[in-house]
């Protein structure tokens, strides 16, 4: 019986543990995976905050050009200070269409999942 608890228990932990997986997506490709939620990855050209007070991470190029972007609206508590130009981030979401352009929006400072220099 606690052989079969085990097994039960490790089928479950594997099950999870797949479900809760995401795929890791390059910010060139994040286009090709509109809708999906997932991690994208790739290196911030620019961080430029709107007149309106919104906040936008541009990857790979810059705006208009840009491959991927990442928004903070103004009421945004989240820190961003250690993304800088040049850096490599990570970030987890929905990917979404704007204006021909994806994007995922930031609504938690967990999307972040790494800022490397």
């Known amino acids: 019986m606690k052989k079969l608890i085990f097994v039960f228990g490790l089928l479950l932990l594997f099950v999870t543990s797949h479900a809760f997986a995401q795929d890791l997506i390059s910010s060139k490709d994040a286009k090709d995976n509109i809708g999906k939620t997932a991690q994208v990855k790739g290196k911030v050209v620019s961080v430029f905050a709107s007149k ?13 050009n840009q491959t991927f972007t990442v928004v903070l609206f103004k009421d945004s508590a989240i820190d961003i200070s250690s993304i800088t130009e040049g850096c490599t981030l990570t970030v987890s979401g929905e990917i979404k269409d704007y204006k ?18």
């Open 52 to 64: 309106n007070g919104n906040t936008y991470i541009n990857f790979d190029e810059k705006s208009p």
């Open 100 to 117: 021909g352009k994806p994007e995922i929006v930031l609504a938690k400072a967990e999307q972040i999942i790494s800022v490397e220099k």
